[in-house]
């Protein structure tokens, strides 16, 4: 007991180290930090736009803009704006009653970031195809990473519904607790993989991050080989291991054979029976076909994926 | 100190990594002009009670009583920028970033973050060795024998996954328009995950569950070099991963003998890849775009030549003799894409591509002949496939906002596979957008695949050829299956003013397996979401809701020789070959609530957000032979399939002491309950209908269900 709570004490005393760590650091690093200032508002706008400018001013658009007209730079000319009609259709706006194109609200981004090799296959992307435009997502008033106008998850939540839903179930991918992101595996400026997935094909992406499954076997199972996503689902499941289906059903939709693979595994076959079927109860099929992913099993032990 | 705590403990190497990053950011920022500097600390106490399941209701993260705490800091001039942040500091989920350079110039990262995947705690084994590659027990064989019929003498241990992630990222923009881009991650991967394996002579006998250790090392590297300047893009990329198990084999001692067997692990590998991807601008608004990549996986694994067997009470060694006693896998995966896109006109777009990947498979053939007199040898079989895929789109704008895109889509799909070695799919796609009023925008699609596959008669590597050429001319694998699907879109994305936005959207699939008789025949999926945020004043309060109902149907054949196969011309009733079917149901719903209220501006804010999941899932099973004693066709069915139910709730009160200083008080509730026909009323072990098959498990995924209360307040600094 007193053990754990020396433990504990310790816990503690290490955090608050490394706090007074990071604030020394700090010191050294800074001395007296001066404010954070935004020098990209040109005062007429800030008269009116006090919101817009107070955003912008905090953004990450505002630092690289420092010292020049921040405003005009992406809406444009203000002259007939400021005198003539105080109007959205007579600047660069990036509303949605704006009256731009997603092609001009698109070329007005692309003026500085064309070059840029992480929009290289914009014009490849189904998002472009939806009609989709930079500000769909991005906003030159954000201070969150990458200029996103929410969190990713939330973003990407917000078009792709199912997706939430999908997420939040028992068997999941961790993007709820924030350890996986959509653009780990997606790239919203397009690219060449189907789903707009970075990689070549859906094996190659998941392999990344499970090395382990990438054999290359002795005894191999070919729709383990060929896609992922034929047993499973990438994004959340009401079964274990994001599974399509649960066992034994997704097994027997290809084994059927004399004896056990044929059987139907009912209530009959519950741990509440005398005698639990092993095919139906606990991880079912997995309990003795563990190796479903590649076996180097010996002989007939391997080839069935039981070692 | 339990074994969680004491990695915890052992976990001072996190503060490597964090003194590195620190030790490599000071000296770099001090020689940045003095502009700008800032960050912040946070503390945050937490109490957490937990009843039941603390594994699921940790299972990607760890919430326990304890002190957490975050560090920001952050220096910027007009070039430097550097950013450190680090997350629940020691604890299983801890992260440290750095990110920083000079805008234009370079970027480089460091990071370290630890994901946690905890699957059940306290799982029993009679074996110790737990998390070793050597699983033993004293005493006399176990057939016909429990252990113990108290399985609290058993040895417990946890099943958990830790994941390591550290690594480094530099990107070199110094000769714009070239780049270079070079990273390397390392993940180590540690902890037990459930195995299973079956000891005994047939797969009727027995099942073996085990713990297996998980040791793994990845290491990725990878280094890319690109032209970028609009309207060129050209790159050239190198990846090369290695993967590194610490045990090639899980050693047990079987259970009809004091000798042990061995259960094959995931194998080392290394594997290697070279892309080129390119860009171009063309006349007419169109684009030009390729992708080409070739990559070699390659493992090499001694194999062994004899395993254990049960010939009852006894034990039994099957051997063979190998052609070679090393396997060598090598798969060699070849890639290429052209994406041909075109804006020739304004209200025309449109897009032509076409793919090539090919799997190939130079592994060693490894040819086993048995040395039991009598029987054929026979060799694994490589697989691998070719897929051809092209099509395009075009995208038609319409009078009053109105843009059409029809599409299609062929895929033809090679395979080295005996049944259905060749499918093609032609997928016929129209989407429709109507954006004619500023506050709505309608979306509508509608999806046509159709797969025609050539069957064959499938030979197989070993076993009963006339059981294959009696049953697998009903049997149509639903991945490659001769299928039609169905696949309707619709959404609306409703704003009638700024502080109001809605979206309403409804998804209807429904695939049909034409030619299948034994297998999955038909899959249908509703989907209906809605989503809603309103801002009224001090008040935003955001919701959503969605639906997802699935039906499967499956048809199947129990029968027990090649003569009873066809499930076509059975008459005979009460000979025990029967068909029978499922109709798989799955109910889903979630829906979520928050509200953030901001009480006295810029000095007190509550937030509440309030999550439902529920899943509900059944099984409607048809025999139509051989009901099992006590049963009928309507008590067989599964009520419980995976179903749960899970509350989250979660309020805070957030008070802005000054400036510089935030604190939050706060409340979460969660609550989950699960039930699942294959897990209710678990047993750790049991027979089959004699003693001389006894099954032992492990609890893996046992008594998931859980409750928890959790308080917690933060104190945040700013600087």
């Not at chain 2, 062929?410 to 009023?437: C, F, M, N, Q």
């Amino acid at each position: 007991m007193q053990h754990a709570i020396l433990q504990r004490l310790r816990k503690y005393a290490r955090t608050v180290a490394l706090c007074v760590g990071a604030a020394g650091a700090l010191v050294v690093l800074g001395g007296t930090p001066a404010p954070a200032t935004g020098a990209g508002a040109p005062v007429p706008c800030a008269d009116c736009h006090d919101q817009a400018t107070a955003s912008f001013n905090s953004s990450y658009h505002a630092k690289a803009w420092k010292g020049a007209n921040g405003c005009q730079s992406c809406h444009g000319p203000t002259d007939q704006h400021l005198n003539k009609e105080q109007s959205k259709q007579t600047i660069i706006s990036f509303s949605k009653d704006g009256g731009r194109s997603a092609k001009e609200r698109a070329a007005q981004c692309l003026t500085c970031h064309g070059s840029s090799n992480h929009v290289a296959f914009w014009e490849t992307s189904k998002h472009k195809s939806a009609g989709m435009a930079c500000d769909s997502c991005h906003t030159g008033h954000s201070n969150l990473p990458k200029n996103l106008k929410k969190p990713q998850s939330e973003l990407c939540y917000s078009c792709h519904k199912d997706i939430r839903s999908q997420a939040n179930r028992q068997s999941h991918h961790p993007i709820r607790e924030g350890k996986v992101s959509c653009s780990d595996c997606h790239d919203p400026h397009g690219g060449f993989g189907n789903k707009m997935i970075k990689a070549d094909s859906v094996n190659e992406l998941c392999f990344k991050c499970h090395a382990d499954k990438r054999g290359p076997y002795m005894w191999e199972h070919p729709p383990v080989e060929e896609n992922c996503m034929i047993c499973h689902t990438a994004h959340g499941s009401n079964h274990t291991k994001l599974l399509t289906r649960k066992g034994p059903n997704l097994c027997q939709s290809c084994h059927d054979w004399t004896q056990h693979p044929g059987g139907p595994y009912t209530a009959a076959g519950n741990f509440t029976e005398p005698t639990p079927a092993k095919q139906m109860i606990a991880r079912n099929c997995l309990n003795c076909h563990n190796n479903v992913h590649g076996s180097n099993g010996p002989g007939v032990r391997g080839l069935r994926f039981v070692r | 100190m339990s074994r969680k705590n004491q990695r915890r403990w052992e976990m001072k190497k996190a503060y490597i990594p964090v003194t590195a990053m620190l030790a490599v950011l000071l000296p770099l920022a001090s020689y940045a002009d003095d502009k700008s500097a800032g960050g912040s600390i946070e503390v945050a106490p937490t109490l957490a009670d937990v009843s039941g399941s603390k594994a699921k209701f940790n299972e990607y993260r760890d919430i326990e009583d304890g002190l957490y705490g975050a560090v920001r800091l952050w220096k910027e001039t007009d070039t430097f920028f550097f950013n450190f942040q680090a997350d629940d500091i020691l604890y299983d989920t801890q992260s440290y970033r750095v990110h920083g350079g000079d805008y234009g110039r370079y970027k480089f990262n460091l990071f370290y973050d630890e994901i946690p995947h905890n699957l059940t705690y306290d799982a029993k084994t009679f074996y110790s060795g737990a998390g070793t590659a050597n699983l033993t027990y004293s005493g006399a064989n176990l057939v016909n024998v429990v252990p113990s019929t108290d399985t609290s003498t058993w040895n417990t241990f946890d099943y958990e996954v830790d994941r390591k992630n550290q690594g480094a990222g530099l990107r070199l923009d110094l000769l714009k328009p070239l780049y270079m881009d070079v990273s390397f991650k390392q993940e180590k991967r540690e902890g037990i995950k459930p195995a299973g394996l079956a000891p005994g002579t047939t797969g009727g006998s027995s099942a073996l569950e085990l713990p297996e250790p998980v040791d793994y090392v990845t290491d990725n590297l990878k280094a890319e070099i690109g032209y970028s300047l609009d309207p060129i893009f050209a790159s050239v990329s190198y990846l090369y991963s290695k993967f590194e198990n610490d045990n090639d084999n899980l050693f047990f001692r079987h259970t009809v003998s004091a000798n042990s067997d061995a259960f094959t692990l995931a194998p080392d590998n290394d594997y290697y890849k070279f892309a080129f991807k390119g860009g171009a601008k063309l006349p007419m608004s169109s684009t030009l775009n390729l992708n080409a990549g070739r990559s070699v996986a390659e493992t090499s694994v001694g194999l062994f030549s004899s395993f254990l067997d049960t010939n009852g009470a006894t034990t039994t060694t099957t051997s063979y003799v190998l052609s070679d006693s090393v396997f060598d896998g090598k798969v060699v995966t070849t890639n290429y894409d052209v994406i041909l896109t075109g804006n020739p006109l304004s209200f025309l777009h449109g897009k032509l591509f076409y793919k090539f990947y090919e799997k190939e498979n130079k592994s060693d053939e490894i040819t086993h002949t048995r040395v039991l007199a009598g029987l054929d040898p026979f060799h694994n079989h490589l697989f691998g496939y070719e897929k051809d895929t092209y099509g395009g789109e075009i995208g038609i704008k319409l009078p009053a906002n109105f843009t059409l895109t029809p599409s299609y889509k062929h895929v033809k799909t090679e395979r080295h596979r005996g049944d259905l070695p060749v499918s093609k799919d032609d997928i016929y796609g129209i989407a429709a957008r109507w954006s004619g009023l500023d506050f709505l925008t309608v979306r509508a699609g509608y999806e046509r695949l159709e797969r025609s596959s050539d069957w064959q008669q499938l030979t197989l590597v070993t076993g009963t050829q006339a059981t294959a050429n009696a049953i697998e001319p009903f049997i149509r694998r639903f991945d490659a299956a001769p299928l039609d699907q169905d696949t309707y879109k619709l959404s609306l994305d409703i704003s009638p003013t700024d502080n109001l936005g809605i979206g309403l959207g409804y998804q209807h699939k429904k695939s049909e397996y034409t030619d299948t008789i034994l297998g999955l025949r038909d899959d249908e999926t509703d989907i209906f979401d809605v989503s809603a945020d309103y801002t009224l004043g001090k008040v935003t309060l955001a919701g959503y809701f969605s639906y997802e109902k699935t039906d499967q149907f499956q048809f199947q054949r129990r029968f027990t020789s090649a003569a009873a196969a066809n499930p076509l011309t059975d008459t005979t009733v009460g000979d025990g070959h029967y068909n029978w079917q499922i109709n798989e149901e799955n109910i889903s719903y979630d829906y979520g609530l928050s509200a953030e209220v901001a009480l006295v501006p810029d000095k007190w804010r509550i937030k509440a957000q309030f999550d439902h999941v529920n899943s509900n899932g059944t099984l409607d099973f048809t025999l139509y032979e051989s009901i099992p004693t006590d049963f009928t066709n309507d008590t067989v069915d599964q009520a419980n399939w995976d179903d749960y139910r899970k509350d989250s709730l979660q309020l805070k009160a957030i008070y802005d002491i000054n400036k510089n200083l935030v604190s939050t008080f706060g409340y979460a509730y969660e609550k989950y309950k699960y039930s699942d026909a294959a897990l209710d009323n678990y047993r750790y072990f049991f027979s089959n209908t004699s003693l001389t098959a006894t099954n032992y498990l492990t609890g893996a995924y046992k008594d998931q269900s859980y409750e928890a209360n959790v308080f917690f307040a933060t104190m945040k600094y700013s600087f």
